[in-house]
């Protein structure tokens, strides 16, 4: 039995090891500081500049205690131009889609499609800069991850009904960063039929890994729920427009059991800067010293 669940371990860590575990990380920060120094102070200049010009422009209150937070349609500016935007762009590419998506369909791992993974979000793309950039939502996670951070990207994820149980749609932490903010914006009303994201907040996360010794990889519903029961999780039912943030390096997570309806949502987040610092550059350029860290762009419009 021991052997069994040894070997039932492994496979969950695969050389995750290496990945995880606060002392490593912050030996890992502190490198990639020591080799950023400009990097490095910009970016407290930037954390300190912000929250003391726009502190009162802060809508979302996302605790370090728990790890999540729900923002209500009608909160964050510009929320329903952006849905209205996205919604009209996926129903223009939808048709395009389901032809690449029979293709994959075969696949064990496909379940959900990047709406923008081949063409980007087009005509979107300036809306949306704006809208992942407005003080309001950038000073939640700066007081958040206490960095001034950097934008990890954003897709548009058509969840299809499916029956699958693979990937994501099972219990697990990302590993991009010790700690993270990634936002879930509801594209259509999002009910249990449509395969919500569901999550465990941090504490209780914690609690799962130390008394399963998770450490990276997927975990059963069965390994949870021995230790947080199923009417716990916090289920991320909402209708359109609903915005979830959550820090899934550090909150437990699955989504995409879509078992009767299609699941619309744009995703984006954002990691703390030093494992990152100027290795990314993104096609957008910047216009400032802002949207230079937190794109790790070139400076200049071209
Ligand atoms: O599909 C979901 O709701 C969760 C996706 C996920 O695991 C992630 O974006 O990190
Ligand atoms: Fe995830």
Same mark, same amino acid.
């Given at each position: 039995m021991?052997?069994e /669940?040894k070997d039932?371990k492994r496979?969950?860590?695969?050389g995750?090891k290496?990945?995880?575990g606060?002392?490593?990380w912050?030996?890992?920060?502190a490198?990639r500081?020591?080799?950023h120094? $400009?990097? =490095?102070a /910009?970016?407290k200049f930037? $954390?300190?500049k912000?929250?003391?010009s726009n502190?009162?422009?802060?809508?979302?209150?996302?605790s370090?205690?728990?790890?999540?937070?729900?923002?209500?349609p009608?909160t964050?500016?510009?929320?329903?131009e952006v849905?209205?935007? *996205? $919604?009209s762009?996926?129903h223009?590419r939808?048709? !395009?889609l389901e032809?690449?998506?029979?293709t994959?369909? +075969?696949?064990?791992d496909t379940?959900f499609?990047?709406v923008a993974?081949e063409?980007?979000?087009g005509e979107v793309?300036?809306? /949306?800069i704006?809208?992942?950039?407005?003080p309001?939502?950038?000073?939640s996670?700066i007081?958040?991850l206490?960095?001034?951070p950097?934008f990890?990207?954003?897709s548009l994820?058509?969840t299809p009904?499916?029956s699958k149980a693979?990937s +994501?749609? /099972?219990?697990h932490l990302?590993?991009l960063? +010790?700690?993270?903010?990634?936002?879930?914006?509801y594209?259509?009303?999002?009910d249990k039929?449509?395969?919500?994201?569901?999550i465990?907040p941090?504490g209780?996360t914690?609690?799962?890994v130390?008394?399963?010794g998770?450490?990276g990889?997927?975990?059963?519903?069965?390994?949870?729920a021995?230790c947080?029961?199923? !009417?716990n999780w916090?289920v991320?039912?909402g209708?359109?427009?609903?915005l979830?943030?959550?820090?899934?390096s550090? *909150?437990?997570?699955f989504g995409g059991?879509?078992r009767?309806?299609?699941?619309? =949502?744009?995703?984006?987040?954002y990691?703390?800067s030093?494992p990152?610092a100027?290795?990314?550059?993104?096609?957008?350029p910047?216009?400032n010293?802002?949207e230079?860290?937190?794109f790790a762009?070139?400076p200049?419009?071209h």
């Amino acid at each position: 039995m021991g052997g069994e /669940l040894k070997d039932k371990k492994r496979s969950r860590l695969k050389g995750s090891k290496d990945k995880r575990g606060w002392g490593r990380w912050l030996e890992f920060k502190a490198r990639r500081r020591a080799l950023h120094p $400009v990097d =490095f102070a /910009l970016r407290k200049f930037m $954390v300190a500049k912000q929250l003391l010009s726009n502190g009162a422009a802060d809508q979302i209150s996302l605790s370090r205690k728990e790890g999540w937070a729900r923002i209500e349609p009608g909160t964050l500016p510009l929320t329903k131009e952006v849905v209205d935007s *996205c $919604v009209s762009l996926f129903h223009r590419r939808k048709p !395009e889609l389901e032809a690449v998506f029979d293709t994959r369909a +075969s696949k064990s791992d496909t379940y959900f499609y990047d709406v923008a993974a081949e063409q980007g979000f087009g005509e979107v793309s300036d809306l /949306l800069i704006e809208y992942v950039t407005q003080p309001a939502l950038l000073n939640s996670v700066i007081r958040y991850l206490g960095d001034f951070p950097i934008f990890q990207g954003a897709s548009l994820y058509w969840t299809p009904p499916n029956s699958k149980a693979v990937s +994501s749609q /099972l219990w697990h932490l990302d590993n991009l960063d +010790s700690r993270q903010v990634k936002f879930f914006l509801y594209l259509n009303d999002i009910d249990k039929g449509a395969g919500p994201t569901t999550i465990l907040p941090i504490g209780a996360t914690q609690e799962v890994v130390k008394r399963t010794g998770y450490d990276g990889g997927k975990i059963s519903d069965e390994e949870v729920a021995a230790c947080v029961p199923p !009417e716990n999780w916090i289920v991320l039912e909402g209708p359109k427009e609903t915005l979830i943030a959550c820090d899934t390096s550090s *909150c437990l997570h699955f989504g995409g059991r879509a078992r009767e309806r299609e699941r619309l =949502f744009v995703m984006f987040h954002y990691s703390t800067s030093a494992p990152f610092a100027f290795e990314k550059r993104w096609k957008v350029p910047a216009r400032n010293l802002r949207e230079r860290l937190l794109f790790a762009a070139s400076p200049g419009r071209h």
